[in-house]
């Protein structure tokens, strides 16, 4: 395992590189990524919807316990997400490796690409596969879009950075491991856990609103409502909360 300060320089160099890449393939791998991240919202859905509505904290956990297989297959197999970006890229524009243009070129295309990933998962394997459209499996789809949507929009903000500071602690992590089972334990666990405490993450909202949409539960307004909140809050759980309170701590060049 990395120490911090090792750490610090690999998210560093890791920014930089995802700057550099062609469009295609940040449009392809952002793709991947929001796919990815709304396939384990989608196992989160199937294996948390048959426990009874009296057990709520035992539904969290179990569907905790398989939402980190999005982040997983992004960081180890290749895929790009903007939560992730929002960590990595600062840490490389702190580190003045990367100009604020290029960060915001980078985000907003990842985001994009992100989003069309979600919505397709959400369509495609969500309601036209039938995943979500059917009796207790569409019933959570939409009780977990409605509890979104409720938040006010400050609510939405601190959510957002809550679950950024987990997400951004999990590439940190993974940064920091040697190897792949160290690279999954350090993504698993605070992915696991601002799932289970119920943090807004935005992209995964770009799936699991939409699926409630297409369902009859939601609206798109709705959606964007909550997506600017709690995109505004990641960006400061990612880039304040973890790379930049790393970058001031660790940073001694």
């Not at 951004?168 to 698993?188: F, H, Q, R, T």
Request: hydrophobic share 55%; aromatic share 14%.
């Amino acid at each position: 395992m990395l120490n911090p300060g090792e750490i610090l320089q690999q998210s560093i160099k890791m920014g930089s590189q995802k700057i550099e890449k062609p469009l295609l393939a940040k449009l392809i791998l952002g793709f991947i990524g929001g796919a990815m991240i709304s396939l384990g919202y989608l196992a989160y859905i199937r294996v948390s919807a048959s426990i009874s509505v009296e057990l709520p904290s035992i539904a969290s956990l179990v569907g905790a316990s398989v939402f980190p297989i999005g982040l997983i297959v992004i960081l180890l197999a290749g895929g790009e997400l903007i939560t992730g970006n929002m960590m990595a890229v600062s840490s490389a524009f702190f580190a003045k490796k990367v100009t604020l243009m290029e960060l915001i070129k980078n985000w907003l295309v990842i985001t994009l690409a992100n989003i069309v990933g979600a919505i397709f998962v959400a369509y495609f394997f969500g309601h036209f596969v039938g995943l979500t459209h059917t009796g207790a499996f569409q019933a959570q789809v939409i009780s977990v879009a409605q509890h979104k949507v409720e938040s006010s929009f400050l609510q939405a903000f601190v959510s957002g950075i809550g679950c950024n500071w987990f997400v951004g602690l999990a590439l940190w992590l993974c940064y920091g491991a040697k190897d792949s089972a160290g690279k999954i334990l350090g993504i698993w666990f605070p992915v696991m856990v601002f799932v289970a405490i119920g943090f807004q993450h935005s992209v995964a909202n770009a799936f699991v609103i939409p699926a409630a949409i297409f369902e009859g539960g939601s609206t798109w307004m709705d959606f964007i409502q909550n997506f600017i909140p709690v995109y505004l809050g990641n960006i400061v759980g990612g880039a304040v909360f973890v790379s930049g309170f790393y970058y001031l701590s660790y940073n001694h060049h």
